[in-house]
């Protein structure tokens, strides 16, 4: 058996802790993991579901039978459903660098996130990264992590992710494209078990530039790339314009659709799967996946979460952690 995925609170005043409740109570003797929490946090939530505060990792498997496994993690301040506390912040990114150290040694086969709130981390402790992807990419020691969004049936990569739609035809390179073309092909064939991964590049502009007469990045800097790339052997198409690349019959051509924006990827697989989307991280030296949601202050401790795409996350990177143990 795969040793426990740690778990991390994520912002305590939003939804984490309380869809980490839900998802033991359907996961409970299935998929091992265990939440990095504050146990007075976590006590003070509505529901009646057991926690077993444990002190090693191993002891999760064991615990988890019979309760939420609990490493506990003490934060400075009380905590308020849908009122993140600045005082907590510090905590918070501690939390993430705990499970980090854990899955490095080999006590946690994977991690998975809860929600952060990134205004309020940037507030209360100065955090300098745009979110979860990059800090963890810093921690992993690698030059750049990719989002990759899967649910049944598709899975999405956007090139550019959390910067203005103005800003995506500059800060699109084609070293930047190539780099996540290749990052996604080599995490498809070592944790997805895709010898050959088909990959579809979308255009970046409506109709992918319907030959230079809606705009020039597809005939200057996609189309080479991709003629390049499949000269070396990997499995590309494309430029595709991305209003016909989603229906059912194009989704059975390829493995990954790569998106040149964040809204570009995200529409498609919100509106195919908008419970049960994952976010996985490609390209770190360890397991990573989070549920494709926010804190969502504004039900937080108010027991209306669900709790689908954090169970979809864990049984994610459960399969990944499978497929990577000798």
């Not at 993140?84 to 991690?111: C, H, T, Y």
């Not at 080599?186 to 050959?196: M, Q, T, V, Y």
């Not at 504004?298 to 990944?320: E, F, V, Y």
Request: glycine share 10%.
């Amino acid at each position: 058996m795969i040793a426990p995925i740690a778990l991390t609170c994520g912002e305590p005043a939003g939804i984490g802790p309380e869809l980490a409740l839900k998802a033991w109570q359907v996961l409970r003797g299935k998929v091992p993991f265990f939440l990095i929490a504050d146990p007075g946090h976590m006590a003070a939530l509505p529901g009646n579901v057991p926690l077993a505060t444990i002190t090693d990792p191993a002891e999760a498997i064991e615990a988890g039978r019979r309760a939420l496994p609990l490493l506990a993690h003490a934060f400075p301040a009380a905590n308020r459903p849908g009122q993140p506390d600045p005082e907590n912040a510090a905590s918070v990114i501690a939390v993430i660098d705990r499970a980090v150290s854990l899955v490095q040694s080999g006590a946690a086969s994977a991690i998975c996130t809860g929600p952060i709130h990134k205004k309020a981390l940037q507030d209360g402790a100065g955090f300098a990264f745009p979110g979860h992807t990059e800090y963890l990419a810093h921690l992993g020691g690698v030059a750049r992590s990719v989002m990759m969004l899967a649910a049944p049936g598709l899975r999405v990569v956007p090139v550019t992710i959390h910067i203005p739609l103005s800003e995506v035809p500059i800060r699109l390179t084609e070293a930047l494209l190539e780099d996540t073309i290749r990052i996604t092909a080599r995490a498809l064939a070592s944790d997805f078990g895709l010898a050959a991964p088909r990959l579809a590049i979308a255009g970046l502009n409506p109709h992918a530039g319907e030959g230079g007469a809606m705009g020039l990045e597809e005939i200057s800097l996609i189309a080479p790339l991709i003629e390049r790339l499949k000269g070396e052997g990997l499995h590309l198409s494309g430029p595709h314009s991305a209003d016909t690349m989603f229906h059912a019959e194009a989704r059975s051509q390829y493995d990954a659709a790569i998106c040149m924006y964040h809204d570009q990827a995200l529409i498609p697989l919100k509106t195919l799967d908008f419970h049960g989307g994952t976010n996985i991280t490609l390209g770190l030296p360890f397991i990573r996946t989070s549920p494709d949601h926010g804190t969502a202050l504004d039900i937080a401790g108010k027991g209306r979460a669900n709790p689908s795409s954090l169970i979809a996350a864990l049984k994610q990177a459960a399969t990944m952690a499978e497929r990577r143990a000798p």
